[in-house]
């Protein structure tokens, strides 16, 4: 009998340790999780401004506008639905521009404007990042891709 509750003990405290490692692990990934949302999801339901995610559109067009200093500067991001004003400290990547698909990753402050860490551009002709591209499809504005180019 001796024997048995030390197996059962053992088997008990190796379950315990494979719970709390596999708690860490879950809160490690919650740290690093960046969510996607649309401009509409973000009027929709307002993440709390210490919460880090990605929001992707069309940059809207005349709505970029450089800052006094020559690393800042605000946008509109659209999803045709709704808008978001964005502002980003940093340089933009070589082909953003208006009238373009853009993902920015960042924050919302306290008065609901994006503030953006990371700006991201759509890289040749016929890329757009899927987010984007399946926000744009559910609104009805997706142009679409050249043949064969999806």
Known sequence: MRAKRRRMAFVVCGMAALGAAAALVLSAFEDSIVYFYSPSEVAEHKPPPDRRFRIGGIVVKDSVVRGTDA???????????????????????????????????????????????????????????????????????WRGAPEGAE
Do not use: C, W
């Open 71 to 141: 690393m800042s500067v605000s946008f509109r991001v659209t999803d045709t639905a709704n808008t978001i004003d964005v502002a980003y400290t940093g340089v933009l990547p070589d082909l953003f521009r208006e009238g373009q698909g853009v993902v920015a990753e960042g924050r919302l402050d306290a008065n609901g404007r994006f503030r953006a860490d990371e700006v991201l551009a759509k890289h040749d002709e016929t890329y757009m990042p899927k987010e984007v591209a399946d926000a744009l499809k559910e609104s009805g504005r």
